[in-house]
Structure formats: structure tokens, C-alpha cells
């Protein structure tokens, strides 16, 4: 597997800058270790979890208008690639791709997740690739002259701040031989639904939410009480995004990494923002970083979009 290491180091130290600033962060790519991958595949089978099952469909149902961005010979480079399993949909659809490399950050549910594509999809190369899609991924050299589809499902966009997604496509574009983006973005909605979606009956986003202070516990040597903390999810109108947050249910002091962390009662650490895009909003954030729309999928409630992106002209 190629990989760009990821270091304990880097997670405390993104941590610990993090939670020594007010208000108190941490960055969501922390949220997926190996136990936070599965819980996200938890996730999205809830009943209130509408992203998951409405961008399917719209694979499913309207899989025609992507044939010609996943033609023989190309290379399908999915970035956030979890469980691949919408990725299955597009490997049905496409005849003799020539490579399909994942990537993410969660390094063991990478690998677990290519030993099941390998066996169902013999035919195709699987080249999966640790890295972090806000900074440069090193793709396989062998690949440079191949043509590349990228494919960035989930709405995993709406969790980068906008100047660092329009950072991010502007990267891709510039891969070698790169000729098209299929997008997955959550469109804006009622409140109670999106609300819903990020604070399920059965707990598991809170479950998904909380694994963050687990993982600190494990990795960095923290010692968070994980009763003492709850899980809300708000909806900030403003900058049209799903805002999750832990909650300290009390005054109290944690160690992180050596250092003391002192939370006063209500204080929260913001981990996650899920923005929600009109195409407009989306289409400003895709100029900006070189592309142009050339395909917008919905469903008919509107509630989710896929975009197929080709690199703007000069
Ligand atoms: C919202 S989930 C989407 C998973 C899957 N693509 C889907 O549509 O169901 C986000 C995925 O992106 C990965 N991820 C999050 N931040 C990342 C980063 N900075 N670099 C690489 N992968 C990242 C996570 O490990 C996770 O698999």
C-alpha cells in the first residue's frame, strides 16, 4: 500500500492546538481511526442518515450520465474512499477501468476495505493510498500518463472550510492527465431533518462523536472521562453548515499529551462542520478551484447532489 505516514505526533500536536484555543477545536479527520470507519459505516444505515441512501440512488438511477467519465482505460481515484461502497456502483457500471485507487486517511479500514474489492473485482487493479486529501497525495508514477477520473462522494467536501476545499480542487486539477470530478454535495434544508440526520435516536453519532475523546485516550495519553462530555449537533444558519460539538458536562480539567486542558461547565470542543450547498454556493467554491459544472444530478426531493466536474478551459 503506498502511504504517506501519519504520526501519533502529528495528532497530538493537531490536538493540542486544537484544545489550547478558544473556543476549542479538533480537526475531523481525527474522527476516523479504525473504530471511527465503522461507526461511520453505522451511520449510514440510520433512518434519519438521508445522505447516504439519496446519493445512491442518484448513482444508481442515473449511472448513464457518468459512463462517459469512467470510459476503458481509466484510472477512478476516489479520495475519502471509507468502505467503498457507493465506489461499487460506478466499478459495476465501468468496463476494463484501468486502476481503482483509494484513498484515506484511516489507514487499517483502507487496507481491509481493498482485500474486499480485490476479491469482488479481479479484473481491476486496486492501488490504495494512505494520505490527507488537504495536502498533496503522491498517486502510483506508473499511472501519470493514464487518464484519471476522481470521485469525492459523501459530502465529504462540506466538512473543509471553503478556502481549503477551493484549495484542494485546484490541486486535483492540476494531477497529471486529470479529466473529470464526480462530486457528492448535501444540499441546504430543513432545519429538523438536518438536525436529525447528525443526531440520530439511536445514539450512534453521538457514539461516532465521543470515539474522538476515546481516541485521545488511546493515542496521545489523554484521560477524558467520556461521561462528563455530550454530543450536540446545531445547526449555524450563517455559514449554512451542521456544527457537531462535545459538550463538558461539568467544570474540569483533562490531560492531553502532558498538558492540562481545563473545560468549564458547557464549554464545547467543535469537531465537525458539515456544510450545506446551494449549486450556486457550490459552483462559486468549484470556479474557484478550476473547475466548471458539467452535470448536476439530484433527486426529486432536492435533499442531495452529485456534480460531474470537468477542469475549466484557459
Ligand atoms: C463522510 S466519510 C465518507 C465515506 C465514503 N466516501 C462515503 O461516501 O460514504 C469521510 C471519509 O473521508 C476520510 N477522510 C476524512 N478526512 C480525510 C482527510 N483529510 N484525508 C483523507 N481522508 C479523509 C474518512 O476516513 C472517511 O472515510
Redesign the pocket.
Known sequence: MDSAVIHDTDFAASALEGLQSSPKWLD??W??DAQ??AI?EQI?QLPEYYP?RT?TRILKEQISALTDVLEPGTVLV?????????TRILLDAADKLKAYVP????AD?LEETAEGLRDAYPETPIRPVV????QDITLPAALDAEPKTAFF????IG?LPHDTAAAMLDRLRHWPSIEALIL?LDLVKDTTTLVAAYDDAAGVTADFNLNLLRRMNREIGADFDLSAFRHEARWNAELSRIEMHLVSQRSQTVTVAGQPIRFAEGESIHTENSRKYTREAFAAIADRGGWEIADFLTDTGQLFAVAVLRPKRA
Open positions: 475531523s479527520k474522527l476516523y471511527g470507519s461511520f449510514t447516504t446519493e476516489e479520495l475519502g474512499s471509507g468502505a467503498s461502497v457507493k484513498v484515506d486517511i484511516s479500514f494520505g490527507d486529501f488537504t462522494p459523501g459530502s465529504t466538512n457528492g
